[in-house]
């Protein structure tokens, strides 16, 4: 990780587009973005990849390899992993032929993970250093939640090669893993059951137990399933990061519910514990779906060289950086609004907040006013730039951000102090989805050609 943190800057990120739930009957496509400030074609889309079907929901995306695979000649970051997360469509896409139009090499057909796994909803695709691709994945064919299942795809020939998991124990939800082979272990986290969540949020379903609480345990070696790690009812624990440094035994998890943040660690005993390190208090508010607005914090990651931990609060607005020199007490030390649900002059007023003496501006770039909120977050290797997307999953941000849905997307850039840390926008920088050629389009995650610090695991 510290020689990744040397690499060039970036000059094109990637990021699927999603027009379900948008009303606009198009195929999602793949964006490919200019971010080199001396381009003429600077935050401008230059490429699009339509996927051949509707109602895909591309999502989050992997690399056929990545620094796991250091060492082996063989292997090429080549191939883009495109797991949809409705469809249970799998699309590997060849960036490797021409880095700034890539062109789709396979589909994986929803009835390959049916039949040869008995999985469907693929979230998490993260390469193998033996070659092969894991993916999770949040349910069975009917919707229902399957229990924390994965998928094994051939490196070269992308056949899906069945279950990675054994034994017959499995928690009862997946959605996002990390694994550490120095430490013999994946962790996996649990978001909700496909079919709950499908097409809206229904509170009522966190006391029927259709949302997780849990981090699971595994086995790396043997594949099984060893222990469970409760974070409390309606946590909903989202993404996972271990810390970068292959020896390290810890890190860290978001959780969009309960608006924390929980320590995962090794304990002396050889088992794994948590603790929760960081709490954003929800907001007393008039003018919502609930009297208590939670912050949902929906993506978080940390630094190349494990200094800085970020996450997005996507209903109430903010980026956050904390300094986890000391992982046990991170320390806030930026904070940037960038629209959300309490603005001024909007439909919500807040009338408790434990942290803020008055609602945030709106936030305007370049004479537009963003609609949603912050989400999708990608460092760059240096940890300069913060790129940001602002829409979290079509079915939610339909529920939440109606406008959203209506205006389509933006990306943003953030400048980061990585002396005393700090945030601050950049007025130069902005990608409107909402002017793309079919219609406004949800833009998600962003992933570099040469990988970046949510895609790449050492060991």
Not at 56 to 68: I, K, P, Q, R, V
Request: aromatic fraction near 10%.
């Amino acid at each position: 990780p510290t020689s990744a943190l040397k690499g060039p800057r970036e000059e094109i990120v990637y990021l699927p587009c999603i027009y379900r739930n948008t009303g606009i009957e198009k195929p999602d496509f793949l964006a490919t973005v200019d971010v080199n400030p001396k381009s003429p074609h600077y935050c401008q889309v230059i490429h699009r990849l339509p996927m051949p079907n509707l109602k895909d929901e591309l999502h989050h995306s992997g690399w056929n390899a990545c620094s796991s695979c250091f060492g082996d000649a063989t292997k090429k970051r080549n191939r883009l992993i495109l797991p949809s997360l409705i469809s249970s469509r799998i699309y590997v896409v060849d960036v490797g032929t021409d880095m700034r139009a890539p062109r789709i090499h396979k589909i994986v057909e929803p009835v390959e993970l049916f039949w040869k796994g008995n999985v469907a909803n693929p979230h998490t695709s993260h390469c193998l250093g033996s070659g092969d691709i894991l993916i999770s994945c949040m349910g069975d064919p009917s919707g229902n939640g399957k229990g924390s299942s994965f998928i094994l795809l051939d490196g070269e020939t992308f056949e899906v090669k069945g279950n990675w998991e054994n034994g017959g124990k499995v928690p009862p939800l997946g959605y996002d893993f990390w694994y550490q082979p120095r430490h013999n272990v994946l962790m996996s986290t649990e978001w909700g059951t496909p079919k709950a969540l499908a097409n809206g949020f229904n509170p009522a379903d966190v006391e029927r137990g259709h949302y997780g609480h849990r981090i699971n345990v595994w086995d790396w070696s043997t594949h099984t399933f060893t222990q469970t790690i409760d974070l409390g009812k309606g946590t909903i624990p989202l993404e996972i990061r271990f810390l970068h440094n292959p020896d390290a035994a810890e890190g860290f998890v978001g959780c969009a519910l309960s608006g924390t943040v929980h320590r995962f660690y090794k304990t002396e005993k050889g088992d794994w514990a948590a603790e929760k390190v960081i709490e954003v208090p929800s907001k007393k508010v008039q003018g919502w779906l609930l009297p208590d607005m939670p912050s949902l914090i929906t993506d978080i990651l940390i630094s190349l060289d494990d200094r800085f931990l970020y996450f997005s609060n996507w209903l109430h607005g903010d980026i956050r950086q904390y300094d986890i020199s000391n992982t046990r007490k991170p320390k806030l030390v930026g904070q940037v609004f960038l629209g959300g649900s309490i603005t001024k002059g909007g439909p919500v007023t807040v009338v408790e907040d434990k942290e803020l003496q008055c609602q945030p501006e709106s936030f305007v770039i370049k004479g537009k006013k963003v609609p949603g909120g912050p989400q999708m977050i990608q460092l760059s290797l240096d940890g300069k730039r913060l790129y940001v997307t602002t829409s979290l999953y079509s079915g939610w941000d339909k529920q939440f951000y109606p406008d959203l849905v209506k205006e389509g997307s933006v990306m943003l850039q953030i400048d980061v102090d990585t002396e005393k840390g700090g945030l601050k926008a950049n007025q130069n920088f902005l990608v409107d989805f909402g002017k793309e050629p079919d219609g406004p389009v949800l833009a998600h995650e962003i992933r570099y050609p040469g990988g970046d610090c949510t895609s790449d695991i050492w060991m």
